[in-house]
T-cell receptor
Framework: AQSVTQLDSQVPVFEEAPVELRCNYS??????LFWYVQYPNQGLQLLLK??????LVKGINGFEAEFNKSQTSFHLRKPSVHISDTAEYFC???????????FGRGTSLIVHP | DVKVTQSSRYLVKRTGEKVFLECVQD?????MFWYRQDPGLGLRLIYF???????EKGDIPEGYSVSREKKERFSLILESASTNQTSMYLC???????????FGPGTRLTVL
């Protein structure tokens, strides 16, 4: 069974600092990879996705992620965070041919002024 | 713009009540999902449906049932609500295998 590990449950940073949220998954077969963001009292919305092609994926709000097949990782990065980026971030993995994602437990990004 | 709506944002029910959570999507998606979200546990799949009248159990189906009579509507039913079902419930839909999911705003259910 697929598993997804988000290595940090909470990441505090100061505004305008860079941030990396880490995600590792277990499957060695082809996968589709996603990052979602959840603002307080809202549902999840897609930040970015990797289906195939370039391993560096750019998403909304200045976020990007890099797919590393050998390390089975899909870390999310932003060079300069804003207060408004404070939210919960979820990594999700779908094995090729399936439509059922496995979600990580989430990382709470807290941006301090 | 794609949209998934859920019938209530907040719901308070008593132990033993039958509870219905409704989800509607306007994107003509085949696949619909119900998750519950609890702090530190992420999203856990309760049930999903890949077609009208079709349903499959997810990881935590106990105490829940679902209904999908029309393509756009997927209902989650708590037959006899219990306090350990107090949680945030999220509905989602997707079009094809391997594609992203679109989420509703969630229903925060409290069972007293």
């Amino acid at each position: 069974a697929q598993s997804v590990t988000q290595l940090d449950s909470q990441v505090p940073v100061f505004e305008e600092a860079p941030v990396e949220l880490r995600c590792n998954y277990s499957s060695s077969v082809s996968v589709y990879l996603f990052w979602y963001v959840q603002y307080p009292n809202q549902g999840l919305q897609l930040l970015l996705k990797y289906l195939s092609g370039s391993t560096l994926v750019k998403g909304i709000n200045g976020f990007e992620a890099e797919f590393n097949k050998s390390q089975t990782s899909f870390h999310l990065r932003k060079p300069s965070v804003h207060i408004s980026d404070t939210a919960e971030y979820f990594c999700a993995v779908i094995p090729g041919g399936s439509y059922i994602p496995t979600f990580g437990r989430g990382t709470s990004l807290i941006v301090h002024p | 713009d794609v949209k998934v709506t859920q019938s209530s944002r907040y719901l308070v029910k008593r132990t033993g009540e039958k509870v219905f959570l409704e989800c509607v999507q306007d994107m003509d998606h085949e696949n619909m999902f119900w998750y519950r979200q609890d702090p530190g546990l992420g999203l856990r799949l309760i049930y999903f449906s890949y077609d009208v009248k079709m349903k499959e159990k997810g990881d935590i189906p106990e105490g829940y049932s679902v209904s999908r009579e029309k393509k756009e509507r997927f209902s989650l039913i708590l037959e006899s609500a219990s306090t350990n079902q107090t949680s945030m419930y999220l509905c989602a839909s997707s079009l094809i295998p391997g594609n992203e999911q679109f989420f509703g705003p969630g229903t925060r259910l409290t069972v007293l």
